[in-house]
């Protein structure tokens, strides 16, 4: 017989010790320094694109993002949004081509949060992924919860063992950083990065670093996805695009990303 007493002890050890790993892992509370890469070392971007205004403003911001350093780009996409799917692939197609100049405002902040002193690298490539759809339009609040659990668990299993988009990319699973902007599917996806941090799964160790870029719509206040993200303190560079937010403590700003 388990006596109430150390019921009682042994639940509160267990809630102290999960409480204090949550505080390691999140951002907020500690955060987490670069760690030196060698030059040449491929980097791995996550791109979470959303229907319409956000797959719009994405594209926009990676606009002079420079494929030979980050030479591996993978897009999380909704299930069903054709759209999003096929302007990723005209957006890599025009990438690829050859330009004189592909270096803009995000593309320093990317490389100061993913480690960045990166040589040229010789392998470039894309791969798009779907998962559920965190919540459809009109949906149900009620059934809500269950459309994003689904969402939650399948952001979970294409982090832990993702598809090779080619034979030649080194199987190295986790991304180094996670770009995202405002749909509902990036916090699902940022919250499954949390969730393989937390319980320390092999080779997460300094992977799956995270930039928030606000929506330039928003103005006078965050949108539901950043109110939710800053809350939790999950994510490691969160921007603004309007200089009233950053003053009100709301973020960081480094000019209008978008064009």
């Not at 990676?62 to 999003?84: E, K, Q, V």
């Not at 894309?126 to 659990?149: E, G, K, N």
């Not at 560079?237 to 309007?242: T, Y």
Request: glycine share 8%.
């Amino acid at each position: 017989m388990v006596f109430p007493g150390y019921a009682v002890s042994t639940a509160f050890f267990i809630g102290t010790v999960l409480f204090l790993r949550l505080l390691y892992i999140l951002p907020a509370t500690n955060p987490r320094t670069p760690l030196p890469r060698k030059r040449g070392t491929p980097t791995h971007l996550l791109i979470v694109l959303g229907s319409g205004g956000h797959t719009a403003e994405m594209l926009s911001l990676l606009a002079d993002l420079d494929p030979s350093s980050y030479t591996r780009r993978t897009y999380i996409i909704s299930s069903g949004d054709d759209f999003s799917a096929s302007k990723a692939v005209d957006f890599e197609h025009a990438l690829t081509s050859p330009s004189p100049s592909r270096i803009n405002a995000f593309s320093d902040i990317a490389r100061e949060t993913s480690h960045g002193n990166i040589d040229q690298a010789t392998i470039s490539s894309y791969s798009l992924h779907f998962v559920p759809r965190a919540r459809q339009i009109h949906q149900s609040l009620l059934t809500a919860p269950f459309s994003c659990l689904q969402c939650f668990i399948a952001c979970i299993c294409f982090l832990y063992s993702p598809p090779l988009p080619h034979p030649s990319i080194d199987a190295d699973t986790y991304p180094d950083l996670i770009l995202l902007n405002g749909p509902s599917n990036s916090v699902l996806v940022l919250l499954a990065a949390l969730f393989l941090r937390f319980f320390a799964f092999s080779g997460t160790s300094g992977k799956m670093r995270s930039i928030y870029v606000e929506s330039w719509a928003r103005v006078h206040g965050l949108s539901l996805s950043g109110k939710i993200l800053v809350g939790l303190g999950a994510v490691d560079r969160f921007l603004v695009q309007w200089e009233g937010l950053a003053e009100k403590g709301r973020g960081e700003f480094r000019g209008c990303l978008v064009r």
